[in-house]
């Protein structure tokens, strides 16, 4: 799958403070864990991934990568690591599937990313609380709807959201994606507005907050 803004957003935001052992559910090409192995000096980076091609190709990255000393990927579901592991993660990220409804496309691979069928959003927040250190926090990106639905579904698993971010396209264009952070604890909610387009009709017209945001990974 080709690298998208949704996984760079999600790499650039995440909170990486003080965060020594991360997880990154999904990880697909490994682009948002090898964007947290850039923020961070020696966090320990461990990725899954359920696609086998997916995990050999992120696996490949990471190695090929000048961060390789502090990256893995592990080719499981989300549901059997958290079954076999005993880690516990500061910082866990997700760019996940989001549809749960509605037909399938054509494309398999499409399917795979897009779909809930193979994580259902009741098991990621399953294995996030299970995996989750005491003072930990989970981040993820979804659209605008169906982020709203997440936040109340972790509330009742017992993870609060405590900073939220309402990405735009463009000014005054309606939000379209939330980034959203969790943690064990109620804590007082972090709003924030990001664009990415300024107005007009070119393409690459990014925005001073997206670039302050991004900036360090494009070339």
């Known amino acids: 799958m080709k690298v998208g803004t949704d996984g760079v957003l999600l790499g ?24 947290l192995a850039q923020r961070t000096d020696a966090a320990t980076i461990h990725a899954v991934e359920i696609d086998g091609d997916s995990s050999s190709q992120a696996l490949e990255n990471m190695q090929r990568s000048p ?3 502090q990256l893995d990927c592990f080719h499981t579901s989300i549901q059997d690591f958290a079954k076999q592991t005993t880690h516990r993660y500061d910082l866990i990220v997700s760019n996940p599937p989001f549809f749960s409804g509605g037909t399938f496309s054509n494309s398999q691979d499409k399917n795979s990313v897009r779909h809930t069928v193979k ?7 399953s294995a996030v609380r299970t995996l989750l250190a005491p003072e930990g926090r989970f981040c993820l ?16 698993y017992g993870l609060h959201c405590s900073k939220i971010t309402e990405v735009l396209p ?50």
């Open 170 to 219: 463009k000014p005054y264009k309606p939000v379209e994606r939330l980034l959203l952070q969790f943690e064990r604890k109620v804590k007082p909610l972090v709003k924030g507005t990001l664009v990415i387009l300024e107005n007009g009709d070119d393409a690459n017209n990014y925005s001073e907050g997206y670039l302050a945001l991004t900036g360090a990974f494009y070339l």
């Open 119 to 125: 994580l259902p959003h009741g098991d990621l927040i």
């Open 141 to 156: 990106i979804l659209p605008h709807i169906e982020g709203l639905r997440f936040k109340e579904m972790a509330g009742n």
């Open 12 to 35: 650039a935001w995440a909170d990486v403070a003080a965060a020594s052992s991360i997880l990154d559910i999904g990880t697909g090409t490994g682009v948002i864990a090898i964007m």
């Open 67 to 69: 961060w390789a000393g």
